[in-house]
T-cell receptor, first 112, second 114 residues
Framework: DQQVKQNSPSLSVQEGRISILNCDYTNSMFDYFLWYKKYPAEGPTFLISISSIKDKNEDGRFTVFLNKSAKHLSLHIVPSQPGDSAVYFCAASVGGTDKLIFGTGTRLQVFP | KAGVTQTPRYLIKTRGQQVTLSCSPISGHRSVSWYQQTPGQGLQFLFEYFSETQRNKGNFPGRFSGRQFSNSRSEMNVSTLELGDSALYLC?????????????FGPGTRLTVL
């Protein structure tokens, strides 16, 4: 049972444009959501997070939106840069635990 | 401040053997979690240790075990290795006060079972 889903395995965006990565979840008990970026041969790197009491969180070029009624979150990267090319994972947790449930990832490619 | 370190980085074992992987968290971090990443299943939570106690456990067979020492360093052990255990094993550490569940990952140990 995949509780966190990233239905787009890959996304290709031109440099300078907006990248939108999507994530859906099924467990209504999730109360904290995170986005991680992963390069090959490295561990995931934390990008941005959002609590279920908010619907938006912004950090520089990265913004995460949460729609609880739709059980959907998205990561916006504006403007996209070639260095953003990586695999992006969304993750969720319940009740403040460190047990993260990850999506399957979306490979973002930003081309010049 | 040094990041999360994992040793060894690469490991090759044969079926039936056992393996021990090591993780040193960021200094001051007391929680250590382990994840398995495979192409088919993605990133899956194995277990979490805090102050030498297992606090959470994922859905893995009993062949997978772990422990944490008083200095917060952690080890995970896999006994009777199977081909399907080939994966990237990631360790992550976190500390109260740095943010809600912001875990910092190490580079992983790539385990190949032949």
């Amino acid at each position: 049972d995949q509780q966190v889903k990233q239905n787009s395995p890959s996304l290709s965006v031109q440099e300078g444009r907006i990248s939108i990565l999507n994530c859906d979840y099924t467990n209504s008990m999730f109360d904290y959501f995170l986005w991680y970026k992963k390069y090959p041969a490295e561990g995931p790197t934390f990008l941005i997070s959002i609590s279920s009491i908010k619907d938006k969180n912004e950090d520089g070029r990265f913004t995460v939106f949460l729609n609880k009624s739709a059980k959907h979150l998205s990561l916006h990267i504006v403007p996209s840069q070639p260095g953003d090319s990586a695999v992006y994972f969304c993750a969720a947790s319940v009740g403040g635990t460190d047990k993260l449930i990850f999506g399957t990832g979306t490979r973002l490619q930003v081309f010049p | 401040k040094a990041g999360v370190t994992q040793t060894p980085r690469y490991l090759i074992k044969t079926r039936g053997q056992q393996v021990t992987l090591s993780c040193s968290p960021i200094s001051g971090h007391r929680s250590v979690s382990w994840y398995q990443q495979t192409p088919g299943q993605g990133l899956q939570f194995l277990f979490e240790y805090f102050s030498e106690t297992q606090r959470n456990k994922g859905n893995f067979p009993g062949r997978f075990s772990g422990r944490q020492f008083s200095n917060s360093r952690s080890e995970m052990n896999v006994s009777t290795l199977e081909l399907g255990d080939s994966a990237l094993y990631l360790c992550a550490s976190s500390s109260p006060g740095l943010g809600y569940n912001e875990q910092f990952f190490g580079p992983g140990t790539r385990l190949t079972v032949l």
